[in-house]
């Protein structure tokens, strides 16, 4: 490698290489952060991390009532679900209709039917000041996304719209 070592004070202060050699260096530095990005990624999923399909990222980003979509996701009807969760069928259906609001306690008995935390049923722009909830838009993401990472980007792209 030809390299050329500048000294300030008698210690390395730079180095001065052939171009060729610096779009590799680059190249090598993002393929190691690749490997890293996917190494990170087969340690959560090991660690028993949630991979969440396309399809139902889509129907929340979409404005599909969480609910419905993750009790379709999970393979539940909505007797299961709300036997589960200790209230009667037709109350289920006007929540994920919209028709009706869930208290926290009935939201939180959902969530737990679900294998889900209360913030992935509940509407966070509601309870979120916008500025929050920008700034959580903006922060540069390089771990992969969990659940809550998710919900947060569902609800931000909501309030977009």
Known sequence: MNVQVIEKDGQPE??????KTYEQLLEDAEMLQDIRDYDAAMQAIADGEELIPAEVVNALLDGENPIRVWREY???T???????ADISVPYLSQLESGKRRGS???LGAIAKGL???LDDLIDLRATTPPAILERIAQAPDE???SIDEIN???HEVRRQR
Do not use: F, H, N, S
């Open 78 to 84: 909505q007797a299961q679900l709300a036997k589960v």
């Open 152 to 154: 947060t980007l569902v």
């Open 143 to 145: 771990e992969p996304m």
């Open 104 to 106: 926290t306690d009935v």
């Open 14 to 19: 730079w180095a001065i290489l052939p171009y």
């Open 115 to 117: 294998d889900l935390t």
């Open 74 to 76: 999970r393979g539940m």
